[in-house]
């Protein structure tokens, strides 16, 4: 079971977006990155096309490394650390390290 899953929440702790919040778009588990929306923009040159009538410039999210994440806490209301438990009916679950909630 992997701490950061698609759909969390997540606060970037390095780099240039240190400090920004967004929601993991997408988890690429071999490469240990994420995609998340609003953090590691970087530019792409699109050509026109016949879909996409207008080109130019446009911003994209760049995979970040999953170690420069952490993830935050709504009841908390902080990044913070994940631990796991077995549930009573033997389920495996994630929760937060500082208030013991569940993720």
Known sequence: MYKIKKGDTVQAIKGKDKGKKGKVLKVLFKE?????????????????????QQGGIVSIE????????????????????????VLKDGTKSRLCRACKEAL
């Open 62 to 85: 760049a995979p970040i490394k999953s170690s420069n994440l952490m993830i935050f806490c709504k009841h908390c209301n902080r990044p913070v650390r994940v631990g796991f438990t």
């Open 32 to 52: 240990q990155r994420v995609i998340v929306e609003g953090i590691n923009l970087v530019k792409k040159h699109k050509r026109k096309t016949q879909q996409d």
